[in-house]
């Protein structure tokens, strides 16, 4: 299996300008997690998804993102406009939520550099 | 205060130490309970996954969960230079509503030198 795939790998962009980042799941999974990481906070859970049905976007800072789940392998998160503050490495990850069986752990992809000038 | 507390450290160590990393959570809800390994410009990749209380051994490396002092711990035995990442520790729920969500620590940055 080729795991969690993440397009681009880095993202240099303009301050205002739209991003738009990539995520394909690992075959059979069910849950999609998106997180971003920065020296400052950590990683953060900023929204998940199962069953391409999205649960908790609590963690999503502003309005400025979305994230949407238009089948059951793919995801994409955007930010628009985006802000030199958003700068961060964007991870997603997969599992498989079997429900009362228990919960697979999650499998991150590589990531996404993302530089806001 | 936060779910989940981690040393951020950075902790350094020469090859061959014994390595101790911890967490201390509040949340007595979780039950699954993982480490992770990060290097440097990579994801997080799962290390260690353990249920509930007790100990669990892979090579060098031992998770010990304490869940009356809501305490986890890993061991790294014999570290070497390949072991220099951050570890993060991430705890979940039981299955069902949780939907397999995570709690990160902060992680601790971790380096072994020659």
């Known amino acids: 299996d080729a795991g969690v795939i993440q397009s681009p790998r880095h993202e240099v962009t303009e301050m205002g300008q739209e991003v738009t980042l990539r995520c394909k799941l690992i075959s059979g999974h069910n849950s999609l997690f998106w997180y971003r990481q920065t020296m400052m906070r950590g990683l953060e859970l900023l929204i998940y998804f199962n069953n391409n049905v999205p649960i908790d976007d609590s963690g999503m800072p502003e309005d400025r993102f979305s994230a949407k789940m238009p089948n059951a392998s793919f995801s994409t998160l955007k930010i628009q406009p985006s802000e030199p503050r958003d700068s961060a490495v964007y991870f997603c990850?997969?599992?498989?939520?079997?429900?009362?069986?228990?919960?697979?752990?999650?499998?991150f992809g590589p990531g996404t550099r993302l530089t806001v000038l | 205060q936060k779910e989940v507390e981690q040393d951020p450290g950075p902790l350094s160590v020469p090859e061959g130490a014994i390595v101790s990393l911890n967490c201390t959570y509040s949340n007595s809800a979780f039950q699954y309970f993982m480490w992770y390994r990060q290097y440097s410009r990579k994801g997080p990749e799962l290390l260690m996954y353990t249920y509930s209380s007790g100990n669990k051994e892979d090579g060098r490396f031992t998770a010990q969960v304490d869940k009356s002092s809501k305490y986890i711990s890993l061991f790294i035995r014999d570290s070497q230079p390949s072991d220099s990442a951050t570890y993060l520790c991430a705890l979940s729920n039981a299955g069902g509503t949780s939907y397999g969500k995570l709690t990160f620590g902060q992680g601790t940055i971790l380096t072994v030198h020659p």
């Open positions: 990850a997969s599992s498989l939520e079997r429900g009362l069986l228990g919960t697979d752990t999650q499998y």
